[in-house]
């Protein structure tokens, strides 16, 4: 034994404390990701969920890409392509692999086209979901008092409203709303209604812990305590009620056009829509190969999101996990 | 500071804490629960008082009165400046509040709860400096650092950027300690620092507070339900009941001449480790009522073994100099 000391336990080897701490800081943050991932990964729903989102991430990347190549905009395009050397609707065949619509839209390329505008809808209304339910969430716990009344009230009427309903009626109303609107829209209603509910009640929790009068001894202003010491708190509660927030705008989405109130995008709802009406139009009975797709598609986004919000419970809320 | 050791560092002065019951959105609260009712008591420059009382008496409320996290319903409470002027801050607010954050500080009664989980122990030790904006971020580290090895935290860098979870209630404790020591203090209200740890590092605790406070010249309250350990601890004792101070003597003078009912009962209560000695036990009746709303008269009347027609006719006794020092709030003593 040359080294009577361990190597673990010799201080004169320690690092100087600010790269320690810089070292320290990142991988403290690297190791709670870790931590939280393995959390996330012991969830079989979960990583359905993950596996999910990775193929519509790929879908919606894959589009354009195969627009440019394969997808030529006279046969392929989702809107104006027709192929004139098939009889339309066709069942999937080697031109066409999932078949066309009776007006003549390959199949494949709608859903694919589809794609990007659920991503956008869904990343508008988680964020907007998350901004405003932590905000009005925190401000009320924190305040207390009038503004906590005033902002649980708002809450309540929020609450009352049903989503999926009121978007038909804004899709009715405004045709032209672009998926980034319509996003934000259930977002705002979503996140000031329940989400806004349960991240006051996760925030009340917070705020009478010691922790935080000790902060306010210190002297910390009421901006430091809650940026500081309450927001990291309510993060993993914020990111289950974005993942649920994709599930509900994507759905109502789908929902409003399968009203027939179609927007000036490509969604699945449309799809699932056309597949009905052209084919009774035209007397040719349900087109399966066209109402299959999409809306396999559509509970799938859903549930991708939703089991991953599985997950995220199971870590913001740490009874939920098996041992 | 040699001019002014006559003056106190802290007066508290007729501190009242009222809180509403059932009040609301546009409703005013009809009854109050009189947390703290009328506070009198100084403490010196560098000295102690225990303040001591069963659950429910007000001790935590007066704590964070005086550090300002509960706003007083009425009275002042004086503290000494930098000039050595005492200065009332009990309505203080905004940037001169923060400046007083500086002077007073708090240690909290549960370690587990009163560090954030989620900072490393260099965060929340050097928060106070973080916030006041003291110091250069390499001065910060060295002072933790520093203040961490003086509270037995060794060596300081290989705590210094741990979590709270990979401490142990003692270790916890004493970074709250640092953290209350950290922007030089000259006041620090202690809530049962060690009643949540095991008794076999109590000690150990108790003999590092009094330590720093000796060489660092803070003053303290310290707030137990423990005589004894108010008795180790503090040069003077105060009794509170029902959110009245009902004793204030030297420690050894209350205990070895306890004049208010309520404190005997409470000194009878101490077990004494030798079966031979045989006490009188003082018996009190009932037991201890909230404090909602309650009658003008002596607070303890209800349970006092001495009580007669003059205390009920007549306002809660006021405190009276028995000598040296000693204050008894009774009219029958």
């Known amino acids: ?323 | 500071m040699s001019n002014n050791n006559d003056k106190p560092l802290l007066r508290v002065q007729g501190l009242k804490k009222y809180f509403p019951v059932g009040g609301g959105f546009l409703r005013q609260a009809r009854s109050f629960i009189h947390a703290v009712d009328d506070l009198e008591f100084d403490i010196p420059m560098g000295g102690s008082l225990g303040l001591v009382g069963e659950s429910g008496c007000g001790k935590t409320t007066t704590g964070k009165l005086l550090v300002r996290l509960h706003e007083p319903t009425d009275g002042q409470i004086f503290i000494q400046n930098e000039q050595g002027e005492l200065e009332d801050i009990a309505h203080r607010k905004g940037e001169s509040m923060k400046t007083f954050r500086r002077r007073v500080q708090m240690i909290f009664q549960d370690p587990y709860e009163s560090l954030n989980p989620r900072r490393t122990i260099y965060d929340t030790v050097a928060e106070p400096l973080v916030v006041q904006g003291i110091g250069t971020i390499v001065e910060r580290e060295e002072r933790v650092a520093a203040l961490l090895e003086r509270v037995g935290l060794t060596p300081a860098t290989s705590f210094m950027f741990r979590f709270p979870h990979e401490l142990s209630g003692g270790q916890r404790q004493r970074v709250a300690i640092a953290r209350a020591l950290i922007i030089d203090p000259v006041f620090i209200a202690a809530d049962e620092p060690t009643s949540m740890l095991d008794v076999s590092i109590r000690t150990g605790v108790m003999n590092l507070m009094m330590e720093l406070a000796g060489e660092m010249g803070v003053s303290y309250l310290y707030i137990t339900h423990d005589l004894a350990v108010a008795r180790y601890m503090c040069e003077r004792i105060a009794v509170m009941y029902l959110g009245k101070m009902v004793e204030r003597a030297s420690t050894e003078e209350l205990l070895a001449n306890p004049l208010h009912p309520y404190t005997r009962a409470l000194i009878s209560a101490v077990p004494v480790p030798d079966p031979r000695i045989s006490r009188q036990a003082i018996d009190i009746k009932g037991g201890v009522s909230a404090p909602i709303d309650p009658p003008p008269i002596c607070r303890f009347f209800a349970r006092c073994p001495l009580g007669d027609d003059f205390c009920e006719n007549n306002p809660h006794p006021p405190m009276e100099d028995k000598g040296g020092g000693h204050y008894v709030a009774c009219y029958k003593v």
């Open chain 1, 1 to 323: 034994m040359n080294n009577p000391i361990p190597e673990a336990f010799d201080i004169s080897q320690a690092p100087s404390t600010r790269e320690e701490k810089r070292g320290s800081r990142s991988s403290a943050v690297w190791h709670q990701f870790k931590r939280d991932w393995r959390v996330l990964m012991t969830n079989p729903v979960t990583i359905l969920g993950v596996v999910l989102i990775a193929i519509f991430g790929l879908m919606a990347i894959s589009y354009p890409l195969l627009r440019a190549t394969v997808l030529g905009a006279a046969f392929y395009d989702p809107i104006t392509g027709f192929d004139f050397a098939v009889l339309h609707p066709s069942p999937p065949g080697p031109g066409h692999l999932l078949g066309t619509d009776s007006l003549g839209h390959d199949v494949l390329s709608m859903l694919l086209a589809a794609t990007q505008p659920a991503f956008l809808i869904g990343l508008a209304a988680s964020l907007t979901t998350a901004v405003i339910s932590t905000l009005m969430g925190v401000t009320a716990a924190y305040f207390g008092g009038f503004v906590d009344n005033f902002l649980v009230h708002i809450a309540d009427a929020f609450l009352l409203l049903p989503a999926p309903i009121f978007m038909v009626i804004v899709g009715m109303r405004f045709q032209d709303l672009g998926p980034v609107q319509l996003g934000l829209i259930y977002g705002v209603i979503a996140g000031a209604g329940s989400a806004t509910i349960v991240m006051r009640s996760q925030a009340l929790l917070v705020v009478a812990r010691p922790f935080i009068e000790a902060a306010r001894i210190a002297g910390g202003s009421s901006w430091h305590i809650i940026r500081v010491h309450v927001l990291p708190h309510m993060l993993p509660l914020a990111a289950l009620y974005m993942m649920l927030s994709v599930t509900g705008a994507v759905v109502s989405d789908g929902f409003i056009s399968f009203f027939g109130f179609s927007r000036n995008y490509l969604n699945w709802g449309t799809m699932i829509y056309s597949s009905f009406v052209y084919s009774s139009s035209l007397g040719t009975g349900t087109e399966w190969h066209v109402l299959l797709p999409p809306s396999l598609a559509l509970s799938l986004f859903a549930a991708a999101f939703y089991f991953v919000s599985r997950g995220l419970h199971q870590l913001a809320d740490p009874r939920l996990r098996t041992r």
